[in-house]
Structure formats: C-alpha cells, structure tokens
C-alpha cells in the first residue's frame, strides 16, 4: 500500500489576488490526470489565505480542463464583500491554462448542537470494521492521505472484488495527519470515494464535471463517519451527494458531484 502523505496544500502570495500553491506529483491519478479533490482544495487554500482563515459557508468548483502537477497559479477575485458573508471567484491555472474555477461565499460558522440534521447511516464501531485497501485484496487506487475503516460488508466486498446492488456506501475516516477539517480538507475527502459506476460493475474513467461543498463547522480532527450516496446514475453521466459526520452524530459538511462516465470498453 503507499505511503500514506498529508492532506496539506500551503498557499503563497504572488501578487494582489494571486497565490502560488504547488500540487505535486502523488495527487496525480493512475489514469494520469490531477485527482480532482486536490484541483478544488488548491483554491481552497488559497482563497483561506485571501480572507484570513474565514469559514467557507458554500464552494462550488467547475473542473474545465486536466491539468499537470506542478506549480499552480490561483487568481482571486472579490465578487462582493459583507459584513456577515463575502463572495469570492477563484481561478486555478496549470501551465498557463485555466484548469478550474471555484465560487465561494464565506461567513460565520455554525455553534453547537443542529436544530435539525440527518442523522449518520447505522455503523458498527470502529472494533467491528476494517481497511477495505488491502493490498492482497486489490491493490489501493485511493490516494493515500486518509485512514479508513468499513464495515465487513458492502465497501470491503467491492473492495475483495464483489458488484453490489446499489452504490451507496459509509465508513469511518480520519484524515491520516489528524490536521483540522476545513474545505480544501473536506473537497479531499468528499472526491475520494470509489466511482458509483464501478460499485456497480462496471469500470472507466470519470472526469467530474461540478463539486460543490457546504461546510457547516471547521475544526473537527479524529475520526468522522462519510456517506456517499448515488442521486442518480445514467449510461454516461451519475451525480452523487454525500454527508460527514463527527462521532457523536453532528454534520460537519456536505457535498455533490456531478461526473460524466467513460466505460473502458467505449475507449480506443
């Protein structure tokens, strides 16, 4: 299994609304492209440094062409400043070209207990799962910056090979640095899940089209309970949405995905 590295991007001032954050060779995908999770984190992190570390409220990412590890270029423009919330567009460039542009409005955090909340899926404790990236079983196609613990049924069977009836799963994770979540954290962990296609059978490439992220509270380190659930799945387009919890049941954000599906077996 690889070595497992820190979901860590820092974001240096080049110029006014300019940052310089380095994605380095490790986000790149087998298949050869940027994991798109760390394309959204890198403006993510840049656009905390704009605004001093203030709480992105709600980011919605648009992924517009591959890029190429290196040092990349986030340009930062200020949509509309508030009292209580701040609108900001981001802008990520890859040799030159725009990769990625990102919308984000940042303001005040949530405080203590949600009036009302969906509640985490039913899961065992952690004593009653395992890591499903069992090198014996199939190798590890996650990039390697979160720990992960799944119950001994759905994820750990697609893990060991099995197709599943439906491609909705949940699991403990713990970002392996135990550094706070915030949103470039959380773009990471919600982009890393396997394909809902794939849970289902049948294999490809999927090129995200749109990640949008609500981040309710920051801060939170150790173990949270994920779920991703399928809205919709067609022959070459699925959306997914999926939630983060703390242990004791509090969301922290939530996210979906829009992604177009390329079977293998439809590639040249």
Known sequence: MSEIQPATFRA???GTGEYAVELEQRWVLPFG???GGAIMAAPLAALDEHTGGRNVVAASCHFLRPGQPGTCVIEIEDVKEGRT????RATLHSQGQPIATLLATVGPETEGKPVFADPPPPIPDRSGCSDPRDPAA?????IPFQDVLAPNDRLVRFKSGEVLDE????SWLRLADDEPIDAARLALLADNWPPAPWLLGTYGIMTTVELNLHMFSSGHRGWTIGQMRARALFDGLFTVSGTLWTEEGTPIGEWRQVAL???FDEQD
């Open 12 to 14: 240096e001032r080049i």
């Open 33 to 35: 492209s940027l994991f």
């Open 85 to 88: 919330a701040s609108t900001h």
């Open 138 to 142: 199939m190798g590890d196609h996650w």
């Open 167 to 170: 491609p909705d799963i949940a």
């Open 261 to 263: 599906f390329s079977p």
